[in-house]
């Protein structure tokens, strides 16, 4: 799986520091280094208010910090 | 709305703006005859002996705006016919000498060069003398004056710069470190940096407004200090609007960097910084011993760039800073994969206007990326404090850094020469070639005490406050 967090200045201040350190987290926890290829971008150009973009796979998400868990729940853990 | 503290600057500006103009209209080459006389029109000269004169250095000016000649790999250019010959005669005793009796002068001279006429002025016999100006010093009345060229004088620590035959400067590229101090320093705006605006102009336009690959603008945080008449968030909207995909703070190359600089520090003991292009080129030229003791981490600009081309491999990247060595850093094998691009604040202000952009009117982007620590970078101090506090944060109680923050190549220079001594007054050599740092570059469009205070300012109000937090921002 390809993940990819948007790290530009927009999604910076709206908190993509919390949510890739909670992405690796989760990745460390599950064992999953190894199959997902997780990666920051500067600006998917897909700026939206008090969100983070976040890509899988060639699907976009956008995130709120808190919502990190059940994103990592329903489309990676789920499908794997 | 001032953007230029100097004329110098502005010819240069206009003719940066003409060439990049003609560039994104693909018109150069028509238009490349007539930018001279576009910028100088009529018959009276206003700067030199006649306007032919003016606009023949005004095409020199253009031909280096295009990236000058091909044949000197230098990136810090004379215009032969810029360069007024200023007299070089050195340390010489003017009419004011009032033939006194204390003889200072000679008293502090240590190779007897001044002797006195039946009139009892002093006399310096310029085959002993050392220009070491102590009895200009020492002179009661200021009659002792140093005639030394302007370039000459702020290459006083390189010495690059000499005279040819035809009394011109004239720069040995062995020896010169692009730090462009001259360029400032030459009141006749006779020295100039290559430019690389047309390969920039090229690469934003072969992307297709970013859909064959994007490019990124990585701007050096010395960039809070400048553009005064416009909003630093105006500023970036102003490059995006030049056609980059988005722009990145090298400053979190620089909190990266402050990591692993510590480590490095620990590690190693004694250790002097790499981020200067200048410097490290100083070192490597004068101090060769001391090589070994410059940090192997790429500057703030390659660490980002290197990271964003790793994550985006069909990445450009164009670096855009106060700083004329980092035309020749970018090119250096161990970079130039990384780093497609150099542009100063100077050619970033020609940009804007080759496209009338007029970015005091637009509304404000973000640039936020970096911590506190790796925005102060851009001023002297600042990399000391960054190392001081890596160092902190990985927690080794025992180890303790000591920089010896160096403002300038002089300063730099003595900092070396106490480390190849084995007495240097602590651990950590920050060398910085331009005083007052990356703030006083030779690209820089304004300059002055508040540039320091204006970086200062940015970097307080940086969402991360230490390196580590700044450096987990990135998957």
């Known amino acids: ?80 | 709305m001032r953007k230029f503290d100097t004329k110098i600057q502005y010819l240069q500006y206009r003719a940066m703006t003409e060439v990049s103009r003609a560039a994104w209209n693909n018109t150069l080459q028509e238009e490349i005859l007539d930018i001279p006389r576009r910028i100088v029109p009529g018959n009276i000269p206003t700067m030199r002996c006649c306007v032919y004169k003016e606009r023949a250095i005004l095409a020199e000016r253009v031909k280096l705006a295009m990236g000058g000649d091909k044949s000197n790999p230098n990136v810090i250019e004379v215009i032969k016919i810029a360069c007024d010959e200023c007299p070089a005669s050195g340390y010489e005793v003017t009419d004011s000498c009032r033939g006194c009796l204390a003889h200072r002068c000679q008293e502090v001279c240590k190779k007897d060069a001044i002797t006195f006429d039946s009139k009892q002025k002093a006399q310096i016999d310029k085959t002993k003398c050392i220009d070491c100006g102590l009895c200009a010093k020492v002179c009661p009345y200021n009659a002792i004056q140093n005639h030394t060229r302007p370039c000459e004088n702020a290459c006083s620590t390189v010495k690059a710069i000499s005279m040819d035959e035809s009394m011109a400067a004239d720069i040995d590229g062995d020896k010169c470190i692009a730090c462009g101090a001259c360029i400032y320093q030459c009141p006749f705006g006779a020295i100039m940096s290559k430019s690389y605006l047309l390969e920039a102009i090229d690469i934003i336009k072969s992307s297709q407004n970013n859909t064959k690959y994007r490019v990124y603008a990585i701007v050096a945080p010395a960039i809070a200090s400048q553009f005064k008449y416009a909003k630093l968030g105006q500023v970036i909207s102003g490059i995006k609007a030049l056609g980059f995909h988005t722009v990145v703070e090298a400053a979190l190359g620089a909190d990266m960097v402050s990591a692993s600089e510590a480590k490095e520090l620990i590690e190693k003991g004694i250790l002097t910084s790499s981020c200067c292009p200048a410097f490290v080129d100083y070192v490597h030229k004068n101090f060769p011993k001391l090589v070994d003791y410059v940090s192997h981490n790429l500057s703030p600009m390659a660490t980002i760039a290197k990271y964003i081309k790793e994550n985006d491999p069909t990445a450009k990247n164009i670096f855009i800073g106060p700083c004329t060595a980092k035309k020749v850093e970018f090119q250096k094998p161990e970079v130039a994969p990384y780093i497609d691009c150099v542009l100063t604040f100077e050619e970033l202000q020609a940009l804007f206007d080759s496209k009338d952009l007029d970015i005091v009117n637009m509304e404000e982007d973000l640039l936020d990326n970096a911590s506190y620590f790796g925005r102060i970078f851009a001023r002297s101090g600042g990399l000391s404090d960054a190392i001081v506090q890596g160092v902190k944060e990985i927690g080794d109680a025992d180890f303790v850094a000591e920089p010896v923050p160096c403002n300038g190549i002089a300063e730099c220079r003595r900092a070396l020469l106490m480390l190849s001594r084995n007495a240097l007054k602590g651990n950590l050599i920050e060398g910085m070639a331009c005083e007052g740092g990356c703030v006083g570059g030779a690209g820089i469009l304004t300059r002055g005490d508040k540039n320091k205070a204006d970086v200062d300012k940015h970097s307080k109000i940086a969402q991360e406050k230490t390196i580590t937090e700044s450096v987990s921002q990135l998957p």
């Open chain 1, 1 to 80: 799986m390809k993940l990819v967090v948007c790290v530009g200045s927009s999604c910076h201040l709206r908190g993509s520091r919390q949510v890739v350190e909670r992405l690796r987290k989760l990745i460390e926890e599950n064992k999953l280094e190894d199959s997902i290829e997780f990666s920051g971008i500067f600006c998917l150009n897909r700026c939206q208010a008090d969100r983070v973009s976040v890509k899988l796979d060639g699907k976009y998400f956008s995130l709120l910090p808190e919502e990190v868990d059940s994103f990592f729940q329903d489309e990676i853990m789920s499908k794997k």
